[in-house]
């Protein structure tokens, strides 16, 4: 045991150390002429090898397993008892190095979950009831506390904002560089970075418990999962090798050519093989992480890569979720104060049509606002009150025809224009004449458009809309999207039942939703991508989580799993090829032992540089101002 350990402390210098005697070898035989002495050289440099390598070898077969190490352990001692010494060491170097190199390369892929392991914050600046901070460990905060983060600093915990303003570089969480403007009442996470600003931040979540935390530990699970091919290899080389062993006594039975027969055991390892698949799993989710995708392991790569029908939700996730005035008509004597009396009126109300109104309002630099008496609240219609002996009606159609409001045919068609976008229609009148008529509505992410054709062009084949608004609403937001379906007015059940009969229809589906009401959608379709900051719901059902809500992400999770299963199978093919090549150099006798550890070797190197290639793929740009084809065209 203490043996093993001293190895696998020392392998590399002892790698190194096999190195510098077979160059001595080669010194004392070609410049030196002392044949003995590089025979020598050689001699150590194989017992050397071989150590590490049948030490390797039968830890594996105390448990039952016949691995590489073993066919390489004989191979070696087979050379070694004909007395090609020189072909030992070759090959006891060549593998040792190998492992070396693979080793290296493999930390590489891995560098996405080691570079966010090494971002988490470990200290922060406790607030105390005084108002005195002091610096404690992350682990010793406690929900509720209060967090000073100067600029500059890392925001240690998840929280809200309780006392100032700044941008944030919320990279680490949403793969997103432009730091986010953040102010009283805004959520910040763990691993955020201050740009500028002095903010106070109430923690929420420490820890493993941040969303941060549950980033790093999904993408280290994701990283250890297997793809169904690597399960497949796994199984594969469990017979593989034991068959190749079996060749070789078989070789050596029948031709009695004890050399071909341990040529053949150094040939047939299936090392490019067995790492082939797991290096372009780690290397894909690796890419994913580092650009706030989170891909939960091999099966939901290659379930994503194979997915033809996307389906998603409208509200929250074809839209922002955050309601806006899309446009005001105005038919009072002055615009400005009778935006400032509506700012006025929806100033009582919590109604997110209200709430956004008075933010556009405020907007536009309109903060002189009267003082209004209570108004009273007509349910399902809208708000009434008085201002200098003057009815003052704020609400839908039915509030202003209940109250007898005049609507002329300019103000009809500024209505019907509204509603025909798909808008919720807020008016306004004072004394039985309309004055403003105000549009307000989800408004679409910006990168709806380019992000929806961008997975068209890399592939897929439909994009359907399921949404619970109405049908007007969601056929205007379609008709500007490239989406082949719209189904409308649906509750969470009528989606499952969509999702279920593309299925039957034998499509894969994929379904996008906000993780929270469409987590039935989510878990029943092929694959659940959430969108948002990381939900517990989200991270819980979807198999697929795009931390920075956006189809640029969207997108670029589904061209780098189409990326990562393809490179999949190209390393199978490399490597499943050079065992042919070696075995047909063989039989033609151009290839022997070491030459053929050496192209064994390098083609193990060939397919961790080919999967590392996938760490590099970077999204594609989205160009905003593509022209689509007319939506009735894409249907």
């Known amino acids: 045991m203490k043996l093993n350990i001293w190895i696998s402390k020392h392998q590399n210098k002892i790698t190194a150390a096999i190195a510098i005697l077979i160059a001595l070898s080669l010194v004392s035989d070609y410049l030196i002429k002392l044949p003995i002495a590089a025979t020598v050289f050689m001699i150590v440099a194989s017992i050397l090898g071989a150590i590490p390598i049948a030490l390797h070898a039968f830890s594996a077969l105390k448990n039952k397993v016949i691995s590489i190490e073993l066919l390489v352990t004989i191979a070696v001692i087979g050379a070694f008892i004909i007395g090609e010494y020189e072909e030992s060491a070759v090959v006891t170097f060549l593998f040792l190095f190998g492992n070396y190199l693979e080793q290296k390369t493999l930390e590489k892929t891995r560098s996405s979950v080691k570079s966010l392991t090494k971002m988490a914050p470990t200290t922060a600046e406790l607030v105390n009831d005084d108002g005195?901070?002091?610096?404690?460990?992350?682990?010793?905060?406690?929900?509720?506390?209060?967090?000073?983060?100067?600029?500059?600093?890392?925001?240690?915990?998840?929280?809200?904002?309780?006392?100032?303003?700044?941008?944030?570089?919320?990279?680490?969480?949403?793969?997103?560089?432009?730091?986010?403007?953040?102010?009283?009442?805004?959520?910040?996470?763990?691993?955020?970075?201050?740009?500028?600003?002095?903010?106070?931040?109430?923690?929420?979540?420490?820890?493993?418990?941040?969303?941060?935390?549950?980033?790093?530990?999904?993408?280290?699970?994701?990283?250890?999962?297997?793809?169904p091919a690597a399960r497949f290899i796994d199984k594969f080389a469990t017979y593989y090798t034991p068959a190749?062993?079996?060749?070789?006594?078989?070789?050596?039975?029948?031709?009695?050519?004890?050399?071909?027969?341990?040529?053949?055991?150094?040939?047939?390892?299936?090392?490019?093989?067995?790492?082939?698949?797991?290096?372009?799993?780690?290397?894909?989710?690796?890419?994913?992480?580092?650009?706030?995708?989170?891909?939960?392991?091999?099966?939901?790569?290659?379930?994503?890569?194979?997915?033809?029908?996307?389906?998603?939700?409208?509200?929250?996730?074809?839209?922002?979720?955050?309601?806006?005035?899309?446009?005001?008509?105005?038919?009072?004597?002055?615009?400005?104060?009778?935006?400032?009396?509506?700012?006025?009126?929806?100033?009582?109300?919590?109604?997110?049509?209200?709430?956004?109104?008075?933010?556009?309002?405020?907007?536009?630099?309109?903060?002189?606002?009267?003082?209004?008496?209570?108004?009273?609240?007509?349910?399902?219609?809208?708000?009434?009150?008085?201002?200098?002996?003057?009815q003052l009606l704020v609400g839908n159609e039915r509030l202003m025809k209940a109250n007898q409001v005049e609507i002329t045919t300019a103000q009809r068609k500024a209505i019907d224009a509204r509603m025909n976008d798909g808008d919720s229609v807020v008016l306004m009148a004072m004394d039985q004449k309309l004055r403003l008529v105000v549009g307000v509505n989800d408004q679409l992410r910006p990168d709806a458009k380019s992000g929806l054709q961008?997975?068209?062009?890399?592939?897929?084949?439909?994009?359907?809309?399921?949404?619970?608004?109405?049908?007007?609403?969601?056929?205007?937001?379609?008709?500007?999207?490239?989406?082949?379906?719209?189904?409308?007015?649906?509750?969470?059940?009528?989606?499952?039942?969509?999702?279920?009969?593309?299925?039957?229809?034998?499509?894969?589906?994929?379904?996008?939703?906000?993780?929270?009401?469409?987590?039935?959608?989510?878990?029943?379709?092929?694959?659940?991508?959430?969108?948002?900051?990381?939900?517990?719901?989200?991270?819980?059902?979807?198999?697929?989580?795009?931390?920075k809500s956006s189809f640029k992400a969207l997108a670029h999770a589904y061209v780098l799993a189409k990326k990562t299963t393809a490179n999949t199978k190209e390393n199978i093919i490399i490597a499943v090829g050079t065992v042919a090549l070696l075995l047909l150099g063989l039989i033609v006798g151009v290839i022997h032992m070491g030459s053929g550890m050496f192209v064994h070797e390098i083609s193990i190197l060939v397919v961790i540089f080919n999967a590392m290639r996938l760490i590099k793929n970077k999204p594609a740009k989205l160009d905003s101002n593509q022209v689509l084809k007319p939506a009735d065209q894409l249907r």
């Not at 102010?183 to 420490?206: H, P, Q, R, Y």
């Not at 039957?504 to 878990?523: M, R, Y």
């Open 132 to 227: 005195q901070t002091e610096t404690v460990d992350v682990d010793d905060l406690d929900e509720g506390d209060h967090v000073l983060v100067k600029p500059g600093g890392q925001i240690p915990v998840d929280g809200k904002i309780i006392n100032g303003t700044g941008y944030m570089n919320e990279a680490s969480i949403t793969g997103e560089s432009t730091p986010a403007k953040k102010g009283i009442g805004d959520k910040v996470f763990a691993g955020s970075l201050t740009d500028n600003g002095t903010i106070t931040v109430e923690t929420t979540s420490v820890g493993e418990d941040t969303t941060f935390g549950k980033i790093i530990e999904l993408v280290e699970e994701a990283q250890d999962s297997q793809s």
């Open 244 to 390: 190749v062993l079996i060749i070789g006594i078989l070789v050596w039975i029948f031709t009695q050519d004890f050399p071909l027969a341990i040529t053949v055991l150094v040939l047939g390892c299936p090392g490019a093989l067995v790492i082939g698949a797991p290096v372009s799993n780690v290397a894909g989710i690796g890419n994913g992480a580092k650009n706030g995708i989170l891909m939960k392991g091999g099966n939901a790569v290659d379930s994503f890569a194979h997915v033809d029908t996307l389906v998603l939700d409208k509200t929250g996730t074809l839209t922002t979720g955050q309601m806006s005035v899309t446009d005001v008509d105005n038919f009072g004597e002055d615009k400005e104060s009778m935006l400032g009396l509506l700012s006025a009126v929806e100033k009582t109300s919590d109604h997110p049509l209200g709430q956004a109104i008075v933010k556009y309002i405020n907007d536009l630099g309109i903060t002189k606002t009267p003082k209004l008496p209570e108004l009273d609240t007509v349910k399902g219609q809208g708000l009434v009150g008085s201002m200098n002996d003057t």
């Open 454 to 547: 961008a997975l068209k062009d890399a592939g897929l084949k439909r994009i359907v809309m399921l949404t619970g608004d109405n049908k007007v609403a969601a056929q205007r937001v379609a008709d500007r999207l490239p989406i082949d379906e719209v189904h409308a007015e649906l509750l969470p059940e009528d989606k499952v039942e969509f999702v279920k009969k593309f299925q039957k229809e034998g499509s894969t589906v994929a379904f996008v939703g906000d993780g929270i009401n469409d987590s039935p959608s989510l878990a029943t379709a092929d694959i659940g991508v959430g969108m948002g900051t990381g939900t517990d719901v989200a991270i819980e059902t979807a198999d697929i989580i795009l931390v």
